[in-house]
């Protein structure tokens, strides 16, 4: 395992336990303890983890790990929900595209699809996430609208007052909504109240607003609300999700659609 792959993994298990001990990392990631040992201490370098004796705990209250720091962890199934969602749009709309790794996927999906390798343009995809802009806009059929902003480490997303002025002008067919937590009763949600404010944004100024979000996500709550359930014409997950979960969505007014 390389080290970055390695990092990668320990800020995984980090995120998701709070804590981590030297012996149960190198026990999780066989290696040997020495190694976690010195990735415990390169990272807290870079302020990623919060050393102790014999282990590590995450930097801060609520943390949220760099998109750069996300793994495949779950990949096939976002690349299934990614390609079920590129289906869901036409040629020639204006689409919303949040930040987020599953809606980095939807951006690869549209990427490839045959009938979208032409046109004037073939989409218009308007983007608060740097990421799938330097993405898609090596693709000429695809005419790639920005917003302003500043630019958020965690997510690569564009956030602030100066995205309004843009998305305050423009009028999309979609939004393709990226999520920490989708809760049927709380609706959409975010780590961050700015990154909420923006992508809030995009789903107003939609025709039909469409969540990718994997299984793990549904029935999860976070600091800042996105949107409404209401808000939401249809989610697409995949097939682990909770069937007691998809009932409370459909019983919501979403279309669900599972892969």
């Not at 793990?216 to 069937?243: M, N, P, W």
Request: glycine share 8%.
């Amino acid at each position: 395992m390389s080290r970055d792959a390695r990092w990668k993994a320990l800020l995984e298990l980090l995120v998701e336990r709070g804590r981590l001990d030297v012996e149960e990392a190198a026990a999780e990631l066989a290696v040997s303890a020495a190694t976690i040992r010195r990735d415990f201490d390169q990272l807290a370098e870079q302020q990623m983890l919060v050393r102790t004796r014999g282990g590590a705990v995450v930097h801060g209250v609520s943390y949220e790990l760099p998109l750069r720091y996300k793994t495949a962890r779950r990949a096939s199934e976002k690349q299934r929900i990614a390609k079920a969602v590129a289906e869901l749009l036409a040629p020639g709309e204006a689409v919303g595209l949040t930040g987020g790794t599953t809606t980095t996927e939807v951006a690869r999906a549209l990427a490839v699809r045959g009938d979208l390798a032409t046109g004037s343009p073939a989409l218009t995809v308007v983007t608060n996430a740097l990421n799938i802009a330097n993405e898609l806009a090596v693709r000429p059929q695809f005419k790639i609208v920005v917003t302003g902003g500043v630019a958020r480490a965690q997510s690569y997303e564009l956030i602030g007052p100066l995205a309004d002025g843009v998305l305050g002008q423009i009028t999309l067919d979609v939004t393709v909504l990226g999520v920490v937590g989708f809760d049927a009763a709380h609706g959409a949600a975010a780590h961050d109240e700015a990154e909420a404010a923006v992508n809030r944004l995009l789903c107003e100024r939609a025709e039909r607003v469409v969540v990718a979000a994997d299984s793990s996500k549904l029935g999860r709550r976070a600091f800042a609300r996105i949107c409404g359930t209401e808000l939401v014409d249809t989610l697409v997950t995949d097939a682990a999700a909770e069937r007691e979960t998809v009932r409370r969505f459909e019983e919501a007014g979403v279309r669900v659609l599972t892969v």
